[in-house]
């Protein structure tokens, strides 16, 4: 790979910096960047494949945005476009939160047996989940519950990828927006209205059924 630059210090115009790895010293070239580009940290999208050498100290030291390289993400990508291993998961993850649901019945609580049962029936399919992604698993997900590092990827980075040049096609203006996250009793409570509009629909449905089935008066 041809090496872009080679100069390591200060900032300088002109120099195309050869390390972008934070230190004290960078810390201050950091300062001297934003003042002299006339930027806000926000405006500065830093882009790095480590989280704490590169995503969180580029955060706390300048409030820099930031874009996590995650080069494994491209594979369980693949791996799910071409297995098409959300679909065949998608029943997967139901049969364990019955089955997550079913350890807080009073049955389990009170038969061992039943609980071990259960327990060894979740490991079995969370392996199964893990294997559709190689030997080693899924870098992000156990289970149904998220990795450490998936988490530590959802709490620092600002956006991730597993190639820079997937951002190309990218204004710079662009604004890439989170989604809006619901806390549990913010989501029954939506589920609760789906169910209500639902149900609402379908008894429309059957009076407008039953509108129609009436026997129209006949013309004399």
């Known amino acids: 790979m041809e090496k872009i630059g080679d100069h390591f210090g200060p900032f300088q115009k002109r120099a195309v ?16 960047f934003i003042q002299q580009m006339g930027l806000a940290g926000k405006d500065i999208l830093y882009v790095g494949d480590h989280i704490f050498g590169d995503v969180l100290k580029s955060k706390k030291a300048g409030g820099w945005r930031t ?23 998608a029943e997967k993850f139901h049969e364990l939160n019955d089955l997550n649901n079913s350890l807080n019945t009073p ?18 399919i969370t392996d199964d989940m893990e294997a559709e992604f190689g030997a080693m698993g899924s870098l992000l997900r ?10 530590q990827v959802k709490k620092y980075a600002d956006i991730y990828t597993f190639n820079v040049y997937n951002i190309v096609e990218y204004s710079p203006l662009h604004c ?14 939506l589920h609760n209205i789906a169910c209500k509009a639902a149900q609402g629909v379908q008894g429309s449905e059957e009076i407008g ?5 009436k026997a129209q008066p006949s013309e004399t």
């Open 67 to 89: 874009l996590l390289i995650v080069p494994e993400l491209n594979r369980e990508m693949e791996a799910s476009r071409t297995m098409k291993i959300w679909s065949r998961q």
């Open 107 to 124: 049955e389990a609580k009170e038969d061992v047996g039943a609980k071990k049962e259960i327990l060894r029936e979740i490991a079995r």
């Open 176 to 189: 890439f927006n989170s989604p809006i996250y619901l806390l549990p009793h913010e989501e029954k409570f």
């Open 17 to 32: 910096y050869s390390r972008g790895r934070f230190s004290i010293d960078s810390n201050r070239c950091a300062t001297a």
């Open 142 to 151: 156990c289970g149904w519950r998220q990795t450490y590092f998936a988490s």
């Open 209 to 213: 059924t039953q509108e129609e089935g």
